[in-house]
């Protein structure tokens, strides 16, 4: 099998970057320049830069590379000077290929320094909203696109609120058990294919692919629409993945996990996630067991870990067994007393 791969963006272009602040995140974001140029322009991180530094000469350290925001303290620096000086400022900012110009909070450059930003092939936009919440979503913007993404072969289901990552050799399952999660309740986010993208540090994303969507594959029924049959309530756009089930056919031979139920990871961008082995043998029912992997895990995310839990009641009972003159007590029920 060949090994997944894992691809990440290197640039986005300045057009895409702006259409999508406005049909995607919804933020009012106006040209102030033609909008040939910014097809040209490329963004090449995540990360923003104020040039306040910059207007006031020092380019040094200038991260030009980036796309530079002008808030309320640079716009005010360059309004209070003469024209001769705020053209020398400006143009310590267009001596360099910077992607673009962003002005937030409703402000305004001179019509000069506009057309000056123009015949260099930048690109200037501006927006009524505030600096920190325009760079909060810009920026959060930018991490997903450029956030390394890989993808995985199998099913993403949100169970009882947990991602639930079913992977398995082919034909082995994986999408019936994820229709059955379905049936009863759960929502379908991804078959077949999952993108997995890494934000920050320890988190994944899944999600599925525009072509397939909420569509699923049933070998002997064909294909099936999520949406369409079970309704909006049965599926998700995507979800964090925080446990792998990984269904396997049943080998007389391996030592399967009997206390602990999840003691294994498996390892997807550079996370740790915990996993937990499934045999696979004629009527078991994988869709309970599913649904009792995602219990389980909310229960040890709330402090609770019944192996824990079991395996100090049963060092209790042998130090109880163990003592001089310890005798075994037998509860008596009377009748069909509970």
Known sequence: ????????????????????????????????TEEGSPEERTVTESNLHRPGLALAGYVDLFTHQRVQVLGNTETRYLHH????????????????PVPCIVLTDGNALDPSLVS???????????????????MSSLRSFLTDQFAPQRAVHGALVDVYGIGLLLMGQSGIGKSEVALDLVERGHRLVADDVVIATRRDDAILMGSGTDLVQHFMEIRGLGLVDIRSMFGVRAIRFQKRIEVVVNMQLWDEEKEYTRIH???????????????????????????????????????RHYGYDPAEVFTERLRQRIQQEGAPGARRTIEYFEQDYE
């Open 1 to 32: 099998m060949p090994r997944p791969q894992t691809f990440q963006k290197d640039s986005i272009t300045v057009a895409f970057m702006v259409r999508q602040l406005r049909e995607t995140v919804g933020i009012d974001i106006e040209a102030m």
């Open 81 to 96: 000077l003469d024209d001769d000086a705020r053209r020398e400022a400006f143009d310590h900012l267009l001596q360099f």
């Open 116 to 134: 000056r930003a123009a015949d260099a092939g930048i690109p200037v936009y501006r927006t009524p909203l505030p600096t920190v919440q325009f």
């Open 261 to 299: 139920m999840v003691e294994d990871t498996h390892e997807l961008l550079g996370v740790d996630l915990p996993m937990v082995q499934v045999p696979i043998t004629p009527g078991k029912n994988i869709t309970v067991i599913c649904e009792v992997i995602a219990m389980n895990y909310l229960l």
